[in-house]
Structure formats: C-alpha cells, structure tokens
C-alpha cells in the first residue's frame, strides 16, 4: 500500500526548511527496542502514561530539504526503491510534491550511514540526484567502509555503504566536528547511535533550527527516559551521554529541532522534564 507522499514546509531565516515523509514503519514489542536494559512492564508503563499502545509502535522516517535560496540542500535519503514494496522510499515523491525535480538537490548530507537513511542515493543503479555534491562523516564512513566489519553485526552496513556510498566518493566531502556545509549550517559530532552520527545547526537571519538526525529515536522512550539503553546504538552509553548533551543544549537555547524519528512532522522542542526531556511538538511557531 502506497502512502501518499507528506511534506511540511516553514522559514528559519531565509532558509526554506521542507520535512519529507519517506514512510513508517509499525514495531512489534517496543520493550525490545527502546529501553532494552529495563523490565518490560517499566517500558509499557511510560507509553501508556504518553497515551500510546504498549505492544507496538511506529517509526517514522523524515529527510529534511533546505533552500538557502542558492542551494537545494538534501539531509538524508530514506529507504529508496528499495522501501517501495513496503510503501516507503516517498522521498523522490515527496520532492516533487513540493515542485523540486531530484537534478535541483545541489548537495546531499548524511547524518550516518544506516540504510533508513542513505539507500535513497541510488536509484536504479544510478545517483537518485545527480547533479549533487556530497557531505558525510569522516568517522563515519572510515567504520563502514572497513573491510574488518565483514563477519561481524556490521557487515549488513558494510554491505551498504559498498553499495551507495563508495560509488558516490569522488564527490564527497568529508567532514568532522565544526565543518561547515554552506554558510549557516555547521556539523557537530554527536556520536554513539553509530560510530561517526552528526547532527547540524543551522542560523539565518537570527533563527535557529537544529537537525539531530537519530540523536533520540523515540519521543517518549528516548527523550524522557535518554539513559534507556536502544537497540540501533551502536555505543550504548555514548548515545545516552550524547542525547543529554544534545537535548540539553537544545532544551536551554529553547531551539526547534528536525528529528529523523520523531512524529511526523518531526519538527518541535524539548523541555526537560523529570530526569529527561519532553518532546513539544511545533504548533504555531512558524506561521508568525
Ligand atoms: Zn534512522
């Protein structure tokens, strides 16, 4: 069943910030993946306390566009082709829904290499946006592309990065902490959900967003309770640290946030709250 492509669209500064449905996906036993060192009966009380079903939940998949007004700026590229057969891979869709062809997308940015967010590169067997220029981790794609992970939990990575990263490498730059994209967009590190994760600051015109890719996966389990130990971290207690790190800074600037993961559309706050954080979706601040 095809979902039909969703898009929400708002100003920072002179930026044009679209978030783009790429899909879902619904989980069975959420104890299994968000708070995998708690008692299950811990895991099922924080989700119906937030009025959410105990026994599954839903992931959701947002890359984020930018127009800067000189450059059409891709953050992450969702299932691709790939994910079609299960109703996702609606980025492409999602793009020209917002009357951008993928030849506009003048760069593609990766938080990190987990298939949800870099099998939309190809398409088949080509650049899905073919006049862009690229910007990953230096970490990040030094882990993936080692031929050391064959054998180990890695190497369905290892595979994918060989598949979509590798044939993209003469035109990627490289980046680490403090990079800067284009003028108003800098990376920071924010490692432990995989090995080299960034995630971007943007400023324009005195506004302020931060895109934190999978930073906190889910808005209940990962933002109230950020020390709860999650399958897809890959570096359990550096994920933890890194999502206090971040949620704190983000809670005390008092900045909106782009989460990959977070409800659609992914767009929102973060107070603290009790030992964590509480997720404050965007209502009306960007109609003003
Ligand atoms: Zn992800």
Redesign the pocket.
């Known amino acids: 069943m095809a979902t039909q492509p969703q898009t929400k669209s708002f100003k920072v500064g002179k930026f044009a910030v679209s978030t783009i449905r790429d899909g879902k996906v619904v989980g069975e036993k959420p104890h299994e993946t968000f708070g995998t060192n708690q008692k299950p009966e811990d895991v099922a009380a924080a989700l119906e306390a937030n009025m959410l079903a105990a026994d599954k939940f839903i992931d959701s ?1 947002a890359p984020v566009l930018i127009d800067t007004g000189s450059e059409v700026i891709l953050f992450d590229t969702g299932f691709g082709e790939g994910g079609r057969v299960n109703g996702n891979g609606q980025l492409i869709a999602g793009l020209q829904s917002l009357g951008y062809e993928p030849g506009q997308v003048t760069a593609v940015v990766l938080t ?1 290499m ?1 298939g ?2 870099i099998n939309g590169l190809m398409e088949g067997g080509k650049p899905a946006f073919e006049k862009a220029r690229y910007f990953a981790g230096q970490v990040e794609y030094d882990f993936w592309k080692d031929p050391a992970r064959a054998g180990t939990p890695a190497e369905n990575g290892h595979k994918g990065v060989l598949k979509n990263i590798v044939p993209l490498v003469e035109k990627m730059t490289f980046i680490k902490e403090g990079s800067e994209v284009v003028p108003g967009i800098v990376a920071h590190e924010a490692f432990g959900h995989s090995p080299g994760h960034l995630i971007f600051r943007l400023e324009s015109e005195g506004k302020g967003l931060f895109i934190t ?2 930073t906190a ?1 889910h808005y209940v389990l990962s933002l109230q309770h950020p020390d709860w130990e999650v399958r ?1 971290d890959a570096d359990k207690a550096a994920a933890a640290a890194t999502r206090r790190k971040v949620f704190d800074m983000i809670a005390t600037e008092k900045l909106p946030f782009v989460g ?2 977070m409800p659609y559309p992914a767009v929102g706050y973060a107070e603290k709250s009790g030992n964590g954080y509480r997720f404050v979706p965007e209502t009306y601040q960007f109609e003003l």
Do not use: S, T, V
Request: zero cysteines; glycine letters at 10%; charged letters at 20%.
């Open positions: 998949f990190h987990h949800d967010h890719g999978d996966n897809f990959y993961h």
